[in-house]
């Protein structure tokens, strides 16, 4: 049974920064691709960014690009994402998500983490 959780959700102001978690267990990920989307409220959720377990490929979303960093540690079976310069619009629910595919679409991936709030003040 594959569980990714989610941490390091919090309140912070423009201009800050914070970093999530997202601790996977359940198999071995190395054939994976693990993802970061968000959902806003009232806005379907939309692809942030996403990284190859095995040789650690990344992309990220135009609006994140240059801000977001994804990261992972083998060792912890953890993927960050480092989030910096956050503006009021990041404000979302971040989820983490795993796949097989690198791709940007939530339907592509077939495990997910309860998300974490993310809420940034102007």
């Known amino acids: 049974q594959v569980q990714l959780v989610e941490s390091g959700g919090g309140l912070v102001q423009a201009g800050g920064s914070l970093r999530l978690s997202c601790a996977a267990s359940g198999r071995t990920f190395s054939n994976y691709v693990l993802g970061w989307f968000r959902q806003a409220p009232g806005k379907e959720r939309e692809f942030v960014s996403v990284?190859?377990?095995?040789?650690?490929?990344?992309y990220y979303a135009d609006s994140v690009k240059g801000r977001f960093t994804i990261s992972r540690d083998n060792a912890k079976t953890t993927v960050y994402l480092q989030m910096n310069s956050l503006k009021p619009e990041d404000t979302a629910v971040y989820y983490c998500?795993?796949?097989?595919?690198?791709?940007?679409?939530?339907?592509?991936?077939?495990?997910w983490g309860q998300g974490t709030q993310v809420t940034v003040s102007s």
């Open positions: 990284i190859r377990w095995n040789g650690g490929i990344t």
């Open positions: 998500a795993a796949g097989y595919i690198l791709l940007a679409t939530p339907g592509s991936y077939d495990y």
